[in-house]
């Protein structure tokens, strides 16, 4: 009978305890609505659809070691074969890169990071549905790394992602990573904030949000999203060789930035 007491009263104490921190929770604004084994694919589904893969293409010039050995000794006097003689001269290569970004406007706006778009000379954005827009960059911090791409979208209305705010987030809250590695599309992870206002002196930045969510390259750009399915960071860099350990600009940070080019698309 006693061991029987102690079990109830066991079990109330930890149903009690586990009911006062969730109102708890919910009451101080950490919690958005109950989490349960579908939340964060419930947000992936609700939200996903803002989220673009970015290819770019550079136009970079080499300049052949031997390009003035024409001038320099000719041929000795003998006709060259033109494919041999066009080995001597400066070549245009394209070169490819791609990132991740998320639809800030539904006019076409996308926000990314400032590296995946640096130079580039063609600009592609896929959605998830497989639809492909043409962009052009028309707004760019470096030190920051934030960029914005304005879409060709021919007045098509696009899916966006609502901006958080990030001076409200706090290490332990979950945090859900989408984005395009090694250009496997549409990549989800979570993870936790690890913890806030970071720096990386090597690459000259401050301030960045420390989260476990699993990124790598090919994430650069992509959102971070809170359980309320907020924009709260743009996934930028990754420590080489460290497992678990992913860092983001904190969206305040780029709203603050781009708030002149906001104004302007409203």
């Known amino acids: 009978m006693s061991k029987k007491i102690i079990f109830v009263v066991l079990f109330s104490l930890i149903y009690l ?12 604004g950490t919690m958005n609505g109950p989490f349960g084994t579908s939340t964060i694919a419930d947000i992936v589904e609700s939200e996903g659809n803002a989220v673009v893969n970015i290819d770019i293409v550079k136009k970079v010039t080499l300049r052949s070691p031997f390009a003035d050995f024409d001038r320099d000794f000719g041929f000795f006097g003998f006709e060259a074969d033109p494919q041999f003689r066009d080995f001597f001269k400066e070549r245009v290569v394209p070169q490819r890169g791609a ?39 028309v707004s760019s911090d470096p030190d920051l790394d934030i960029a914005v791409v304005k879409l ?22 979950w945090v859900i990573a989408i984005g395009n590695p090694y250009g496997f599309a549409n990549t989800v992870t979570a993870g936790i904030i690890s913890a806030t206002g970071r720096s990386l002196e090597d690459l000259g930045k401050k301030n960045l949000i420390q989260i476990d969510a699993a990124i790598n390259p090919g994430n650069s750009g992509g959102p971070l999203l809170n359980l309320a399915g907020e924009v709260i960071g743009v996934n930028v ?19 603050k930035n781009h708030k002149r080019e906001e104004i302007k698309w409203i």
């Open 237 to 255: 860099a990754i420590v080489a060789g460290a497992q678990g350990i992913g860092f983001a600009i904190p969206i305040n940070a780029a709203k």
């Open 152 to 173: 060709d979208t021919k007045g098509v209305q696009l899916p966006t992602l609502p901006l958080g705010d990030s001076s409200k987030i706090r290490p332990g809250e």
């Open 99 to 137: 990132g991740s970004g998320f639809i800030i406007d539904k006019k076409g706006y996308v926000m990314t990071n400032e590296h995946v778009v640096r130079g580039a000379d063609e600009i592609k954005v896929t959605l998830k549905d497989g639809r492909k827009f043409s962009g052009k960059t």
């Open 17 to 28: 305890s586990g009911f006062a921190a969730v109102s708890m929770a919910q009451a101080a």
